[in-house]
Each structure stands twice: as C-alpha cells, then as structure tokens.
C-alpha cells in the first residue's frame, strides 16, 4: 500500500469538502423544520419562500422554483419569493423566465439590490451585456459592498470587452469577500 500525502491545497480542499458536507446536513435539518411549520401553517408565504431556499441551496432547483410559487400564490407581492424564482429558474438556464421574475421583484421594491443584481446575472446569460451592467450598477449604488454584483458587473465589462474595467470589478469582488472571509474568523 503507498502512503499518501496531501499538499496544503489537498488539506484545504478536504477540509473545505467537510464544511459543506455539515452545512448540507444543517440546509437538511432546516428543511425538515420548515416543513414542520408549513404542516402548521400552510398558508404563510414567508414559510414557504425561506423552504424555496433552503431547496435552492441543496441544488434542488425545480422543488425550490415549486416554493417560490407556491410563496408567490399566497402573497403575489412577495418580493424576496419573486427574486428566488428568478434564482432557481437561472440555475435551470430558464433565463429569459428569471429575468421577469427579477424584474417582477424589482417592480415590488426598487431597493432591491439582490434583485437587480440577479437581474443583471440573467442579462448577462442573454448577452444583453450593456443591460446587465446597469442592472449590476443599480445593485451597486444600492449596495457598494456586494461582492456578487462586482463579480456579475466584471463579466459584463468583459464580455463588452472592457477587460481593465472588468479586472478592476473582479478585484474588488475579491476585496470584498476576503473582508467577509476575515470578519467570519
């Protein structure tokens, strides 16, 4: 039998696998009383938006995009449910469907930035570029500190051909989440 030996990026990367293994165990644990309060109240949009995702982080994106829905149906003007559906129908490369559900969330609050920023990430999938980067600036005047909308705002610069632009967007992304990286320790 050889010995095995791990580099400090093989350790890393194990060690990495276990924190998302325990969080999948605790998404878990999550659905499980999410359910437990949906058999109580079946009617509570809230409920049924925070199970949509909770589903959508365990890459169950069709029974995420079920809750959102059903979120949807009970309170049409649920904001949060309609930024969800827009998420889950972009992880299912619905992007044409995402965009309007992004855009229905951004009607209900404009202040939004999680919205325009997943706005602008579905504008980007349908090579609206120009598009997406308003959207990803919108997001950013609302929220000068999100990572993501820097990270979407670099791809359409790029796909624009803008590449100093896109770098300077992708390295404050950086910025960003080696900060909330930091703060977490």
Known sequence: MRNLSFSKSDSNLMIRRKEILEDMEKYKELLHDFNKSLDKEPENSDLWTDKGLVLFLLG??????????????????????????????????????????????IQ?????????NNKG???????????????????????PEYGDAWNNKGNALNCLGRFDEALDAFDRAILIEKMIVEADK
């Open 108 to 116: 209900i609050n404009s202040e939004f930035s999680d919205a325009w």
């Open 60 to 105: 169950s994106y069709d029974e995420a995009l079920d809750a959102c829905n059903r979120a949807i149906q009970l309170n049409s003007d649920n904001a949060v449910a309609w930024n969800n559906k827009g998420i889950s129908l972009h992880s299912l490369e619905r992007y044409d469907e995402a965009l309007e559900a992004c855009e229905r969330s």
């Open 121 to 143: 990430n579905a504008l980007n999938c349908l090579n609206r570029h120009e598009e997406a980067l308003d959207s990803c600036n919108h997001a950013l005047l609302l929220d």
